[in-house]
Each structure stands twice: as structure tokens, then as C-alpha cells.
């Protein structure tokens, strides 16, 4: 079976009602095609050598006593047992290093979602378990050992959003790693993710990278799509090898993995979290996003992340982001308007969900899709690129690299594409082979702007809705391009087992509606599941 990457589906097929069941065929029972499963460029060796002696003296009886403390727990219980001194932070750490090394590489269980970690990481929680003596009061992030997807620049690593051309792209921290580091949270390593963002091959798996090779699902790992790009976020936080994740989203990039994996993403609104020093597609609509096994690990991890910053023209202020994690035990859903899209009630998981909203009190509209089209979708994504990537290289990337433009990449692959880009670099090619004047440009964006809007706004205000629900990525395009943000939360299995998401979307500034209405679906009805193979 040919493999159809989500993302890709997305940024053309989100404006047809059919675009739902085409994402749908991918989940199957049957074996999918891969070219290249296992990487031909990472050294297990090297990646597990500072670790060596320290998990030597992890004993497999610590591992499995942790076991119940740690797995499918969230951040604030796992903060309330290291307050009662049952393990320390450098045990979370070692666990979570354990784990990984039972389960993602070079056996029968493989998933492939981890590029590289952070070599200091053990040290680094040590230091934390020093200071936490010292009675301060800390943000619930303190000491949470995080994975960021590898797109995201980082000191301790390379950020090579899974190409070879970035192996050697050591740079400094992005502005939501200097967030996260300065409310104490551990970076313990970095994901794979579909090379470049999933806008490189276009004929190409979802979750496959030249560095990281073939991410594999939890839930059926050569039977179910990972989703994409932030394929090893999704998975990684699926079967417990971080506290949380961090992805990035353009076009469905979080909520497609996330949604694949049974967890919880948070694509927010363009600005309030930072992009500087990430890899980009698209200035215009680019987002980094929590990825949590709990609504409320959601809340915290974007809490941390969250800060003004002065070199993202888009970035904004929100005060007392705590807000977002300690409203959320007087979260409720009652009273709240929200359309349900009717084409939508056909799938069971979808109507169930919906009747639970019901019986939390939820007012549901049923409402018909909008016939709103997303024109040159592709094209604002082409050419935000030419001039994009350029700017991270020379502000963000290592200059020593000596790249300047998408060509310059392209032109490197090219070299030996067998190994590099064995599914070849069919959008690359179409991003430089793209042309617009200024205002050509202007009107692209502004067409988009307006048709997204249009997409949600005509039925919220026909209806007095105060947000929309949709399935997986489904609509992520249209959220995308009207700048509105998405929560999706574990809404149970299909008869394959395939995971699937209720999306909550609704207007620019709403993560707090989000996360509070997903808070109280989540806690009603506990739907997400461990995968049956990683229980251990």
C-alpha cells in the first residue's frame, strides 16, 4: 500500500467534505510500505555512552518498583511523590533513559521517535534534586524531563530537522528552550519527525527522516500511520519515554500526531509561543505546541513555554500564564455552545464524544460545513519558505554550515539522494520554482485569512457558538490560516485500533477555553489508553 503523508493531504484536501475519508484510508490493518525503516546515520553507541555507568547502577528491580509511580501519571502527581521523597529527580530522568532503551531501537518493539539527547541531562537533575532543598516555590515544569522535537534549536544537540545537510547544526537554545530551562524543566533529548517538517519529499511516510529513519506507531507499528511531522513527539509521549513532548505545527503537524497516538496536542494561536530559533516552513502560520498524555500536563508545558519575544514580530503577551494549569479544577463545559458538524455524526467515536459533551451540560449546535475553499494553500507555504529559511540560517543555524537558501539543500541531497532523500525532494523543488510579486503575495495570504475565517466565523455567529468540534486534523487547515487555535484530546479506538482525536477549536486567544473544555471531556471519560505492547 502507498503510504500518503497527512500533513500533505491536509494542505491540499482540507476544502471537500472527502478529505475525511481519504486521511481515514491510512488506517488500516494492513502492512504499509516503507523504503527505509532503521537509520543509516545515528550511532547507538555514541548516543548511549554518557549514560553508561549510571544505568549500569539502574537496576532493572528500580525500574519495574518505579514502573507505577511514573507510567500514565501526570505531571503534578509525579511532582508529589518526589515531595515525599519517593524517587528524586535523577531516577525520573534514569527511568525515562531506561525506558527508552528497552523499547525504541534495534528490536522487535522499535519505534525509532528518539534523534539524540541531551548529554548533561543526568547531571543537570542532579543539580535540581540539590536545589530543591532550598524550599523556593517552582513552576510544576521544574524538573520534568522534556523531549523536543528536532526542529527546535538546542545548545547540548544538533537540530537537524532530520536531514543530513543539518547532522553538524549545533546552534544556541530557541526562546521556548530558554523558557523551559528557566522554570527548571530537563531537556532530555530531541525527536525525529518527518524530515524538515513534512515540506521536503511530498511522496514519503509520514514520520520518516533520513537521521532518525522510519517512526513507527505504538498502536500498530507498521499497520497505523504515525501522523505528521511531530511523529516522534506523538509517539514518544504515547508510550512514556518523557513527561511531555514539544511540536510544531503549520498546517496539522501537531494535532495529526497527536491524535494518531491517543494524546493531547495544542497547536496555539501564531504568537504566543515563540518560533525564534526553529526551523521554519512558514512565518505566516508556523506554531511550536505542547504534546502531553493529560490535559493538564498540556496546560503546564505551555505555560513554560510561553514569554514575549522581541525577535518574533508575531509574538504577544498573555499575563499570569499559571492560569492555564491552576483554573483548570474548576473547569466546566456546561452551558458552552459548541457545533458539531453533521457530515461528521457518521463515525461513532465522533457522535459518542458528543453525546458526553451533552451529558457535561454542553449545548451542541449541529451545523454544515462551510463551503469555503483554501486557494494557493501550497503556494503561501512556497514562497513564506524562500524567504524564511534563508533568515534561520543566517540568524539561527551554524554559520559554518554555509547554507544560505532551500537550494543550497537541495544541491547537497543531490549528491548521494539515495541515502539522503531516497523518497526524493519533490517540494523543495517546487518551493524554488515558485514565483510571486509582493502584492501577488499580500493577496494570497489575505485570501486565505479570510476564507478560514469565513470557514468558522459565519457559523459561530449565526449560532452564538463558542467553538467548533472536529475529528484529528480535519479542519487544521482552515484553524491554521485563520489563526485560530486547536486542542485535540483521545476520543478512543476504531474498530483497527487506531487512535482518534476530539478536536476543539475556537477564536485567536482561546487556549484557556480549549484547554478547560478538554479537561472536562478528558476527565469524564479517561478514554486514552497505554499501547497494549509498552505497558512494561
Known amino acids: 500500500m502507498k503510504v500518503v503523508g497527512l500533513i500533505i493531504v491536509s494542505f491540499i484536501l482540507f476544502s471537500c467534505a472527502s478529505s475525511e475519508k481519504q486521511k481515514d484510508q491510512i488506517n488500516t490493518q494492513d502492512e504499509l510500505s516503507f523504503k527505509v525503516i532503521d537509520s543509516k546515520y545515528l550511532n547507538s553507541e555514541a548516543m548511549w555512552k554518557p549514560f553508561e555507568k549510571e544505568l549500569q547502577s539502574f537496576s532493572d528491580e528500580r525500574y519495574h518498583t518505579l514502573r507505577s509511580y511514573i507510567l500514565e501519571k501526570d505531571i503534578p502527581t509525579i511532582q508529589k511523590y518526589i515531595a515525599n521523597g519517593v524517587f528524586s529527580y535523577e531516577e525520573l530522568t534514569l527511568f525515562f533513559l531506561k525506558r527508552i532503551q528497552l523499547y525504541d531501537r534495534n528490536n522487535d518493539k522499535s519505534l525509532n521517535s528518539i534523534i539524540s539527547f541531551n548529554p548533561n541531562v543526568i547531571d543537570e537533575a542532579r543539580s535540581l534534586d540539590t536545589s530543591l532543598k532550598d524550599g523556593s516555590e517552582m513552576h510544576p515544569i521544574f524538573g520534568m524531563p522534556v523531549l523536543l522535537k528536532d526542529n527546535i534549536n538546542t545548545l547540548e544537540m544538533p537540530t537537524t530537522a532530520g536531514a543530513v545537510a543539518l547532522a553538524e547544526n549545533f546552534s544556541e537554545d530557541a526562546h521556548i528552550v530558554k523558557q523551559l530551562k528557566a522554570h527548571g524543566a530537563l531537556i532530555l533529548g530531541k525527536t525525529n519527525l518527518s524530515e524538515w517538517a513534512y515540506f521536503f519529499c511530498g511522496d514519503c511516510p509520514s514520520g520518516y527522516s533520513a537521521i532518525g529513519g522510519q517512526t513507527l506507531n505504538p498502536y500498530g507499528r507498521k499497520n497505523i500511520d504515525t501522523g505528521g511531522s511531530s511523529s516522534g513527539s506523538g509517539v514518544a509521549t504515547a508510550v512514556n519515554f518523557a513527561v511531555a513532548s514539544v511540536g510544531t505545527e503549520t498546517s496539522g503537524s501537531i494535532l495529526s500526531p497527536s491524535s494518531q497516538n491517543s494524546v493531547v496536542g495544542m497547536k496555539p494561536t501564531v504568537g504566543l509561543l515563540s518560533r525564534s530559533g526553529i526551523i521554519p516552513i512558514s ?73 458526553h459533551i451533552e451529558g457535561l451540560g454542553g449545548v451542541i ?31 539561527y543555524g551554524n554559520q559554518n554550515l554555509g547554507y544560505k537558501t532551500v537550494n543550497d539543500i537541495i544541491n547537497f541531497n543531490q549528491k548521494d539522494s539515495l541515502n539522503r532523500a531516497p523518497y526524493g525532494q ?111
Open 283 to 355: 512565518s505566516t502560520l508556523d506554531t511550536p505546541g505542547p504534546i502531553t498524555k493529560f490535559v493538564v500536563d498540556n496546560a503546564i508545558l505551555l505555560s513554560a513555554m510561553a514569554g514575549y519575544d522581541v525577535q518574533d514580530e508575531a509574538s504577544y503577551t498573555v499575563e499570569n500564564t499559571s492560569n492555564y494549569y491552576l483554573n483548570l479544577n474548576k473547569a466546566s463545559i456546561s452551558g458552552k455552545r459548541l457545533g458539531v458538524f453533521n457530515h461528521l455524526l457518521g463515525d461513532s467515536l465522533y457522535a459518542n464524544a458528543v453525546k
Open 426 to 536: 519533490k517540494l523543495f523543488l517546487g518551493v524554488v520554482s515558485d514565483t510571486a510579486s509582493e502584492k501577488e503575495f499580500i493577496a494570497i495570504k489575505d485570501t486565505l485569512f479570510r476564507n478560514g475565517r469565513k470557514f468558522f466565523d459565519i457559523p459561530m455567529k449565526k449560532y452564538r457558538l463558542d467553538g467548533i468540534l472536529s475529528i484529528n486534523n480535519y479542519h487544521a487547515g482552515y484553524a491554521a490560516v485563520a489563526k485560530y487555535p486547536a486542542l485535540t484530546v483521545p476520543m478512543g479506538y476504531d474498530n483497527s485500533n487506531t487512535p482518534k482525536g476530539l478536536t476543539f477549536i475556537t477564536k485567536t486567544g482561546g487556549e484557556m477555553e480549549l484547554l478547560q473544555w478538554g479537561y472536562a471531556f478528558e476527565k469524564a471519560t479517561s478514554l486514552r489508553k497505554i499501547p497494549q505492547e509498552y505497558k512494561n
Open 365 to 395: 449546535i449541529k451545523i454544515e460545513q462551510e463551503n469555503s475553499s483554501l486557494p494557493n494553500f501550497l503556494r503561501l507555504l512556497n514562497l513564506d519558505m524562500q524567504k524564511d529559511l534563508p533568515l534561520y540560517f543566517s540568524y
